[in-house]
């Protein structure tokens, strides 16, 4: 008989058993969190960042962030929401208890909903109730799905931990589960995932993970790549210099973004209408114009002369470059690019680079603010800043670009193409560098030729050729006469001829400062008008005439 009962008996017992245990250990009975859906979840995602950006807006400093703070309740108070659309008696203290306890409820099984929970550790929990009726019994389960989630502003990844029905849990079987799907559809669950992510997110099967990357969402999200490279940019900035801060806490998520270390609300460099560069014609002017400190520069070389450009000009000329060809000089409004932001309530706004020199150090400059389109009042100001190195290539003036700083924040060289990238595709920026094209084929226009270029204290310095057939102290006497010959001039101001006179008698003097005398007198010319520049150059031009020495010659140049 205990033969009989081990062969017989066990068996049947085992196969009733196995059910069993299986129906014992998804069985559970859940209770809906009422207390989590007590919100009216009117409350949406857009509307909470819209209220941060607001504030954020109206007051800032370096110390300020942006903040979404999602609790629990409001979580739960848009599912809430979700669910009345198909049941609106659901929750309702008025209606029948199958209006009430279900958010769907048909003959074999009933949906009680879903509820969120935010759990230390950056854990997502997401748990389902569901009953089930089978010939007046309700059969009780529920399903937890538990997700870790790590995000920054490259990629956000969402992996699963736990799969439980009831108190059984299923994680482990991923695998099995994969190879049965494979088997019915003919696809796995990987390729399936997939196709719904439409290439925004890619899903890892044996880690169970789904991979959100930030920069692929952002470009989709918006069509327009200049609009996209902007974001990028504000994006790696957040990146590199550690902004964003993601945590949860029992019941609620947080993610700050420390926006306002990015301030920099110093007045940015703007041209009036009449400062811009019409044409071309204006343009090689002001070239020639620049030629005067090429014979002051003769006085104290000992290799070559040189013309010096001021960031005021190199800015025009920047301006100038950057400016839509279709759009004149008083309709240019100085704008590169413009974004709109949460059903344009925001306005992304980043205007044509600046150029400051100072201390030896050339910096790129571009402006760009965060406003209110209601209310520009509200906004956010900053400057981002690229320190460059100019260099000559060829015929081409580059300005290479090095490093990125925004307020108090810096970016390395590596993204700099996401923050040109934004500025579009004029041909003026050519691997991370600002291009001015044919450069030198400007200056010979103006009679010049090329030799090297540097930053000298707050000028960029340009050498130019001269001819070394002629000697040096030659040139050097007739520019000397040049200058007797042009000083004093009733129709020069008197700063002019005042440090006209400092030059001359700086070099007569065995104790004097050349060099510095000269360095003042092109802060003097600086100060005057194109025409009024391109009116001394033609004097000294002139004055050339009655030395022994042809201007033309001394460049070894073609007129």
């Given at each position: 008989?205990?033969?009989?009962?081990k062969?017989?008996v066990?068996?049947?017992?085992?196969?009733?058993?196995?059910?069993?245990?299986?129906?014992?250990?998804?069985y559970?009975?859940?209770?809906i969190?009422?207390?989590?859906f007590?919100g009216?979840?009117?409350?949406?995602?857009?509307?909470?960042?819209s209220?941060?950006?607001?504030?954020?807006?109206?007051?800032?400093?370096?110390?300020?962030?942006?903040?979404?703070?999602l609790?629990?309740?409001?979580?739960?108070?848009?599912?809430?929401?979700?669910f009345?659309s198909q049941?609106?008696?659901?929750?309702?203290?008025?209606?029948?208890?199958?209006?009430?306890?279900?958010?769907m409820?048909e003959?074999?099984?009933?949906?009680?909903?879903s509820?969120?929970?935010?759990?230390?550790?950056?854990?997502?929990?997401?748990e389902?109730?569901?009953?089930?009726?089978?010939?007046?019994f309700?059969?009780?389960?529920?399903?937890?799905?538990s997700?870790?989630?790590?995000?920054?502003?490259e990629?956000?990844?969402?992996?699963?931990?736990?799969?439980n029905?009831?108190?059984?849990?299923?994680?482990?079987?991923f695998?099995?589960?994969?190879?049965a799907v494979?088997?019915?559809?003919?696809?796995?669950?990987?390729?399936?995932?997939?196709?719904?992510l439409?290439?925004?997110?890619?899903f890892?099967?044996?880690?169970r993970?789904?991979?959100?990357?930030?920069?692929?969402?952002?470009?989709?999200?918006?069509?327009?790549e200049?609009?996209?490279?902007?974001?990028?940019?504000?994006?790696?900035?957040?990146?590199?210099?550690?902004?964003?801060?993601?945590?949860?806490?029992?019941?609620?998520?947080?993610v700050?973004?420390?926006?306002?270390k990015?301030k920099?609300d110093?007045?940015?460099?703007?041209?009036?209408?009449?400062?811009?560069?019409?044409?071309?014609a204006?343009?090689?002017?002001?070239?020639?114009?620049?030629?005067?400190?090429?014979?002051?520069?003769?006085l104290?070389t000992t290799?070559?002369?040189?013309?010096?450009?001021?960031?005021?000009?190199?800015?025009?000329m920047?301006?100038?470059?950057?400016?839509?060809p279709?759009?004149s000089?008083?309709?240019?409004?100085?704008?590169?690019?413009q974004?709109?932001?949460?059903?344009?309530?925001?306005?992304?706004t980043?205007y044509?680079p600046?150029?400051?020199?100072?201390?030896?150090v050339?910096?790129?400059?571009?402006p760009?603010w965060?406003?209110?389109?209601?209310d520009?009042?509200k906004n956010f100001?900053?400057?981002?800043?690229?320190?460059?190195t100019?260099?000559?290539?060829?015929?081409d003036?580059?300005?290479?670009?090095n490093e990125l700083?925004?307020?108090?924040?810096?970016?390395?060289?590596?993204h700099?193409a996401?923050?040109?990238?934004?500025?579009?595709?004029?041909?003026?920026?050519v691997?991370?560098?600002?291009?001015?094209?044919?450069?030198?084929e400007?200056?010979?226009?103006?009679g010049?030729?090329?030799?090297s270029?540097?930053?000298?204290?707050?000028?960029l310095?340009?050498?130019?050729e001269?001819?070394?057939?002629?000697?040096?102290?030659?040139?050097?006497?007739?520019?000397?006469?040049?200058?007797?010959?042009?000083?004093?001039?009733?129709?020069?101001?008197?700063?002019?001829?005042?440090?006209?006179?400092d030059?001359?008698?700086?070099l007569?003097?065995?104790?004097?400062?050349?060099?510095?005398a000269i360095d003042?007198?092109?802060?003097v010319?600086d100060?005057?008008?194109?025409?009024e520049?391109?009116?001394?150059?033609?004097?000294?031009?002139?004055?050339?005439?009655d030395t022994?020495?042809?201007?033309e010659?001394?460049?070894?140049?073609?007129?």
């Amino acid at each position: 008989m205990k033969f009989l009962f081990k062969v017989i008996v066990i068996p049947i017992l085992s196969i009733i058993a196995i059910p069993a245990i299986f129906l014992a250990l998804t069985y559970k009975d859940v209770a809906i969190p009422i207390d989590d859906f007590q919100g009216d979840g009117t409350v949406t995602l857009t509307s909470m960042i819209s209220d941060e950006v607001d504030t954020f807006l109206d007051t800032n400093d370096v110390d300020s962030t942006v903040g979404l703070h999602l609790t629990q309740q409001d979580a739960n108070g848009m599912l809430k929401t979700a669910f009345l659309s198909q049941n609106p008696n659901y929750l309702s203290d008025t209606a029948t208890d199958d209006e009430k306890n279900y958010v769907m409820k048909e003959d074999l099984y009933g949906y009680q909903g879903s509820w969120i929970r935010f759990k230390d550790e950056n854990i997502v929990e997401i748990e389902s109730g569901i009953h089930v009726f089978v010939s007046g019994f309700t059969y009780k389960t529920a399903v937890l799905l538990s997700f870790t989630l790590s995000a920054d502003t490259e990629e956000i990844v969402l992996t699963l931990d736990k799969l439980n029905i009831g108190s059984l849990p299923l994680a482990w079987t991923f695998g099995t589960a994969d190879w049965a799907v494979k088997q019915i559809t003919g696809k796995d669950i990987q390729e399936m995932i997939d196709g719904q992510l439409n290439g925004l997110a890619t899903f890892d099967a044996d880690k169970r993970e789904i991979i959100l990357d930030v920069e692929t969402l952002v470009t989709n999200s918006l069509q327009d790549e200049q609009s996209a490279a902007l974001l990028n940019s504000l994006m790696q900035f957040i990146s590199q210099n550690d902004l964003l801060d993601i945590s949860f806490t029992d019941g609620e998520f947080s993610v700050d973004l420390a926006l306002g270390k990015l301030k920099d609300d110093a007045a940015p460099f703007m041209l009036t209408t009449a400062e811009k560069i019409v044409d071309d014609a204006q343009l090689q002017s002001i070239m020639e114009s620049k030629a005067s400190s090429l014979i002051f520069s003769t006085l104290t070389t000992t290799d070559y002369p040189f013309i010096e450009f001021k960031q005021y000009n190199l800015s025009r000329m920047f301006e100038y470059f950057m400016r839509d060809p279709l759009v004149s000089a008083a309709d240019s409004d100085g704008i590169i690019h413009q974004t709109m932001m949460f059903e344009d309530a925001y306005r992304i706004t980043a205007y044509i680079p600046y150029v400051t020199i100072v201390d030896g150090v050339f910096k790129v400059n571009i402006p760009m603010w965060i406003e209110d389109v209601a209310d520009p009042l509200k906004n956010f100001k900053t400057i981002i800043k690229i320190t460059a190195t100019p260099e000559l290539n060829g015929s081409d003036l580059r300005i290479v670009l090095n490093e990125l700083n925004a307020g108090e924040v810096s970016l390395s060289q590596e993204h700099i193409a996401n923050v040109l990238s934004m500025l579009g595709d004029d041909g003026l920026i050519v691997d991370g560098a600002f291009v001015i094209a044919g450069f030198d084929e400007q200056m010979s226009q103006a009679g010049m030729g090329l030799q090297s270029v540097s930053v000298v204290g707050n000028r960029l310095r340009i050498f130019v050729e001269l001819n070394d057939t002629i000697a040096l102290g030659d040139i050097q006497d007739a520019v000397n006469d040049v200058l007797d010959a042009v000083v004093d001039n009733p129709d020069y101001s008197p700063e002019l001829n005042t440090a006209l006179n400092d030059v001359i008698d700086s070099l007569a003097n065995p104790t004097g400062d050349p060099q510095a005398a000269i360095d003042d007198l092109l802060d003097v010319m600086d100060e005057l008008t194109d025409e009024e520049q391109a009116e001394v150059y033609q004097d000294l031009i002139d004055a050339f005439g009655d030395t022994d020495i042809d201007y033309e010659d001394m460049l070894g140049l073609l007129p």
